[in-house]
């Protein structure tokens, strides 16, 4: 049975900084892309970070670049993305996902394990 499950948002102030967390049971995690996406009110779902199933190469939206890291542990079962000078347009759902053997792209529609999302919400 597969279960993904995100953790670690909340309400922080600009310039802020988060770290989630996702960790992925029943699922071959070292075989495995994977990334974060997001989803503000009223619009659609973006790609924020991916990287491939080696961890090797990374993507990261323009408008995260140089504040945001992904990362993954292996051994723990485990994908962050560490979040700094976080901003209010950050604010969004994040979601974690999941597929086999995949690049660095981030296509939402390439993923196939989702996770329920976590909330992040900036203050000005």
């Known amino acids: 049975q597969v279960q993904v499950v995100e953790s670690g948002g909340g309400l922080v102030q600009a310039g802020g900084s988060l770290r989630l967390s996702c960790t992925a049971s029943?699922?071959?995690?070292?075989?495995?892309?994977m990334g974060w996406f997001r989803q503000a009110p009223g619009k659609e779902r973006e790609g924020v970070s991916c990287?491939?199933?080696?961890?090797?190469?990374?993507y990261y939206a323009d408008s995260v670049k140089g504040r945001f890291t992904i990362s993954r542990d292996n051994a723990k079962n485990t994908l962050y993305l560490q979040m700094n000078s976080l901003k209010p347009e950050d604010t969004a759902m994040y979601y974690c996902?999941?597929?086999?053997?995949?690049?660095?792209?981030?296509?939402?529609?390439?993923?196939?394990?989702w996770g329920q999302g976590t909330q992040v919400t900036v203050s000005s």
């Open positions: 996902a999941f597929r086999y053997y995949g690049t660095e792209k981030c296509r939402q529609e390439d993923y196939n394990y």
């Open positions: 990287t491939n199933w080696r961890g090797a190469t990374t």
């Open positions: 029943g699922l071959s995690f070292g075989a495995l892309a």
